[in-house]
């Protein structure tokens, strides 16, 4: 069964680098033809994608966070991971990794991790 | 893309059909909308694309509908665990979220 599973620090000094792992199960990101990605949600607030990369292809990036935010992969662990720098209490969120197909009619975020609490704070 | 959601909140209770909008800044192209449905606590669960598709699962009372700039889910007898919070999100250019309908019951 396909799980996602976030990891990192639940707090996060201003300035600092916010960094965060998910590690899929039941699927290979190397050979899956899903997109993966991230997206955020403020406490009692919407959601907002941040980025997405297919493995063999390329990544995209919200535009509001791009100059901000990087994902990479690491096929050896299955998993995948964001860093988003120079953060401020405007990024304290829930974090999520998903998993969605990345084009077409049936492109929506199918299958989410639970989610993972970051605070933005001194 | 901004998509804005309607109403806000919901009130209504067990049996009664809810209708829920989402409009687009501009044209969605290909109708490309999903819904989910988010309980406290929890992530969000797809249960449509495509507009009108509904995703693995999903029981049948869920509907979704529209094109272009409007977009309509529709739940036709609520269940008591149907009462969440609900989001619209668009995927035909980049992709963008609602800010929600809370779906409570009366």
């Known amino acids: 069964q396909l799980q996602l599973q976030e990891s990192g620090p639940g707090l996060v000094k201003p300035s600092e680098t916010l960094s965060l792992t998910c590690t899929v199960s039941g699927d290979s990101i190397s050979s899956s033809n899903y997109y993966w990605g991230w997206i955020r949600q403020p406490p009692g607030k919407g959601l907002e994608w941040i980025g997405s990369f297919y493995y063999s292809g390329s990544t995209y990036y919200n535009p509001s966070l791009k100059s901000r935010v990087t994902i990479s992969v690491d096929t050896s662990k299955n998993q995948f991971s964001l860093k988003l720098n120079s953060v401020t209490a405007a990024d304290t969120a829930i974090y999520y990794c998903?998993?969605?197909?990345?084009?077409?009619?049936?492109?929506?975020?199918?299958?989410w991790g639970r989610g993972t609490m970051v605070t933005v704070s001194s | 893309i901004v998509l804005t959601q309607s109403p806000g909140t919901l009130s209504l209770s067990p049996g009664e059909r809810a209708t829920l909008s989402c409009r687009a800044s501009?044209?969605?192209?290909?109708?490309?909308l999903a819904w989910y449905q988010q309980k406290p606590g929890q992530a969000p669960r797809l249960l449509i694309c495509g507009a009108s598709s509904r995703a693995t699962g999903i029981p049948d009372r869920f509907s979704g509908s529209g094109s272009g700039t409007d977009f309509t889910l529709t739940i036709s007898r609520l269940e008591p665990e149907d009462f969440a919070v609900y989001y619209c999100?668009?995927?035909?250019?980049?992709?963008?979220f609602g800010q929600g309908t809370k779906l409570e019951m009366k």
């Open positions: 999100q668009q995927y035909g250019n980049s992709y963008t």
């Open positions: 998903v998993r969605h197909p990345g084009s077409g009619w049936v492109d929506g975020f199918e299958i």
């Open positions: 501009q044209s969605v192209s290909n109708s490309y």
